[in-house]
T-cell receptor, first 116, second 114 residues
Framework: GAGVSQSPRYKVAKRGQDVALRCDPI?????LFWYQQALGQGPEFLTY????????KSGLPSDRFFAERPEGSVSTLKIQRTQQEDSAVYLC??????????????FGPGTRLTVL | AQSVTQLGSHVSVSEGALVLLRCNYS??????LFWYVQYPNQGLQLLLK??????LVKGINGFEAEFKKSETSFHLTKPSAHMSDAAEYFC????????????FGAGTRLFVKA
C-alpha cells in the first residue's frame, strides 16, 4: 500500500515568502507528527495531531509556524515570512493508533526547504 | 526532560565485521526506545523498538539492541556488516508516562568498506 507522501519534495523560497508543505499520511492513521531536520542533525519534534486535534505544538519554533489537519487526514505545515534559519528538511510521520508513544511512526521522504 | 546521546557521528566497519552503534538516554523512568534507519533521499524506517518487554530486542535486517537500565543504554548491534547497511542510524526515545514527543539523537552515519 501507499506510504506517507509529502509535497513538494524540494522548495526554494526567498526570505520573507510564505510556504506551505503538504503531508498525506497512510490512510486510517490516527496520529500525525511533523519534524524539522537540520543538516547533520536528527529530526526535532514540531507538532502532533490526533485526528484533527493538535494535541502538542510545543516544538513549533515561533508563531510563524502553523500546522493544521482539518479533516483528520491530510496535514499542512505553513511557514510565514520565511527566514534563512528555516532551511531544513521537514518530515512528516504517521502512526496507526493514538495515545501510545510506543507505536511505530511511518515517515515520509521529507520536503527540503531552502530559504535564500 | 528526556534526551538521547549517540556516541560517534561516523562509524566505519569492514564488510563482515561487527557493527556497534552506541546510544545512551536520559529519562527519569525507563522510556520507550527506538532505532530508525535512514537511507539517502528516503524517510526513516523503524529497525526495532523496546517497550518494556524483553530487554534484548531483535529487529529487521539482522539488527538487535539490548536495553540496559543500569547503563541507560540501548546500543545497536549486527554480527556481520553488509554493504547495504551503509546509512544513517537514529536512536530515539519517547515517554511511557503519557505525551507524544519523540526525541531523536543526532544520528550515526555507518560506512561499510569492501
Amino acid at each position: 500500500g501507499a506510504g506517507v507522501s509529502q509535497s513538494p519534495r524540494y522548495k526554494v523560497a526567498k526570505r520573507g515568502q510564505d510556504v506551505a508543505l503538504r503531508c498525506d499520511p497512510i490512510s486510517g492513521h490516527v496520529s500525525l507528527f511533523w519534524y524539522q531536520q537540520a543538516l547533520g542533525q536528527g529530526p526535532e519534534f514540531l507538532t502532533y495531531f490526533q485526528n484533527e486535534a493538535q494535541l502538542d505544538k510545543s516544538g513549533l519554533p515561533s508563531d510563524r509556524f502553523f500546522a493544521e489537519r482539518p479533516e483528520g487526514s491530510v496535514s499542512t505545515l505553513k511557514i510565514q515570512r520565511t527566514q534563512q534559519e528555516d532551511s531544513a528538511v521537514y518530515l512528516c510521520a504517521s502512526s496507526f493508533t493514538s495515545g501510545g508513544s510506543y507505536n511505530e511512526q511511518f515517515f515520509g521522504p521529507g520536503t527540503r526547504l531552502t530559504v535564500l | 526532560a528526556q534526551s538521547v546521546t549517540q556516541l560517534g557521528s561516523h562509524v566505519s566497519v569492514s564488510e563482515g565485521a561487527l557493527v556497534l552503534l552506541r546510544c545512551n538516554y536520559s529519562s527519569s523512568v525507563p522510556p520507550y526506545l527506538f532505532w530508525y534507519v535512514q537511507y539517502p533521499n528516503q524517510g526513516l524506517q523503524l529497525l526495532l523498538k523496546y517497550t518494556s518487554a524483553a530487554t534484548l530486542v531483535k529487529g529487521i535486517n539482522g539488527f538487535e539492541a539490548e536495553f540496559k537500565k543500569s547503563e541507560t543504554s540501548f546500543h545497536l548491534t549486527k554480527p556481520s556488516a553488509h554493504m547495504s547497511d551503509a546509512a544513517e542510524y537514529f536512536c530515539a526515545v519517547s515517554p511511557n508516562t503519557g505525551g507524544f514527543k519523540t526525541i531523536f539523537g543526532a544520528g550515526t552515519r555507518l560506512f561499510v568498506k569492501a
